[in-house]
């Protein structure tokens, strides 16, 4: 089992900055890749950012050097860096660690952008 707490989410206006972080618990010594996934309304939840326990990284086109995906290891903590935020970036962000037959998400956050 692993739980996943997600936190650092608000109001921002566009071009501003957020942090979010996600805290795993649990079981979380076989965890290899985490992500980051949001969802806005009416639309398919998406990837937005995947890092591996070897640092690879993986972004959506859309955020690509906007956004900055990070784990500390030490505080199974992952984070998601994002600048220059622009409205569209709206949506609940979801963290993901799938681990053996599971796969686990947080609860979600809500990031709002104004224009």
């Known amino acids: 089992q692993v739980q996943l707490v997600e936190s650092g989410g608000g109001f921002v206006q566009a071009g501003g900055s957020l942090r979010l972080s996600c805290a795993a618990s649990g079981s979380i010594f076989s965890i290899n890749a985490m992500s980051w996934h949001r969802q806005a309304p009416g639309k398919q939840r998406e990837l937005v950012a995947a890092i591996t326990r070897g640092n690879k990284l993986d972004y959506a086109d859309s955020v690509k050097g906007r956004f900055t995906i990070s784990r500390d290891n030490a505080k199974n903590t992952v984070y998601l860096q994002m600048n220059s935020l622009k409205p569209e970036d709206t949506a609940v962000y979801y963290c993901?660690?799938?681990?053996?037959?599971?796969?686990?998400w947080g609860q979600g956050t809500q990031v709002t952008v104004s224009s």
């Open positions: 993901n660690a799938p681990l053996g037959a599971g796969n686990y």
